[in-house]
T-cell receptor, first 112, second 114 residues
Framework: NAGVTQTPKFQVLKTGQSMTLQCAQDMNHNSMYWYRQDPGMGLRLIYY???????DKGEVPNGYNVSRLNKREFSLRLESAAPSQTSVYFC???????????FGPGTRLTVL | DAKTTQPTSMDCAEGRAANLPCNHSTISGNEYVYWYRQIHSQGPQYIIHGLKNNETNEMASLIITEDRKSSTLILPHATLRDTAVYYC???????????????FGQGTILTVHP
């Protein structure tokens, strides 16, 4: 079991560029999440998907869109990247919303 | 959601038990205590969680006071690889808009010394 995988590991964008962060899990979990972590801070929830076919906003959704492609995959899209979106992005999954969340290794994004 | 208070940093000698405290005096009856750790910008790693009883797994033990207002995470034999930021999180088990939400605070930086 790979658990939760994320691609890419690192990315540098210019302001205004777009990109999609990919996340996949092989634990047959129903719920998936996207968080961001800024330097010296805790994680903040961007979006989550309680089950396949549903997505909901978290604490800091502005500037992002998500797609729950299937049960395994949950992508995060930045349509027009801004320097304020420079951060480390973590994907997580859990059996259901009530269950323990397991995290991926993260994507380190820099927007110039 | 109940908030948690943790010391900013702690030290521990390798091979000794590391005892990490957490205060959550406003915890509700349907809220669990979760512990995660994050090693040098890696993804957070789940350690343990509990509701009211003490819990133990292969990584750690969790001691929750009888009034549930505080808890202690115990790493029985700390190693250098246990150096990390440890997060104590109170999490609603079911119902309401905060259902399942994980709120990460600043955590405790644990440094294990040789």
């Amino acid at each position: 079991n790979a658990g939760v995988t994320q691609t890419p590991k690192f990315q540098v964008l210019k302001t205004g560029q777009s990109m999609t962060l990919q996340c996949a899990q092989d634990m047959n979990h129903n719920s998936m999440y996207w968080y961001r972590q800024d330097p010296g801070m805790g994680l903040r929830l961007i979006y989550y998907s309680a089950s396949e076919g549903t997505t909901d906003k978290g604490e800091v959704p502005n500037g992002y869109n998500v797609s729950r492609l299937n049960k395994r995959e949950f992508s995060l899209r930045l349509e027009s990247a801004a320097p304020s979106q420079t951060s480390v992005y973590f994907c997580a999954s859990s059996e259901s919303r009530a269950d323990t969340q397991y995290f991926g290794p993260g994507t380190r994004l820099t927007v110039l | 959601d109940a908030k948690t208070t943790q010391p900013t940093s702690m030290d521990c000698a390798e091979g000794r038990a590391a005892n990490l405290p957490c205060n959550h005096s406003t915890i509700s009856g349907n809220e669990y205590v979760y512990w995660y750790r994050q090693i040098h910008s890696q993804g957070p790693q789940y350690i343990i969680h509990g509701l009211k009883n003490n819990e133990t797994n292969e990584m750690a033990s969790l001691i929750i006071t009888e009034d549930r207002k505080s808890s202690t995470l115990i790493l029985p034999h700390a190693t250098l690889r246990d150096t990390a930021v440890y997060y104590c999180i109170v999490r609603v088990a079911s119902g309401g808009t905060s259902y399942g939400k994980l709120t990460f605070g600043q955590g405790t930086i644990l440094t294990v010394h040789p």
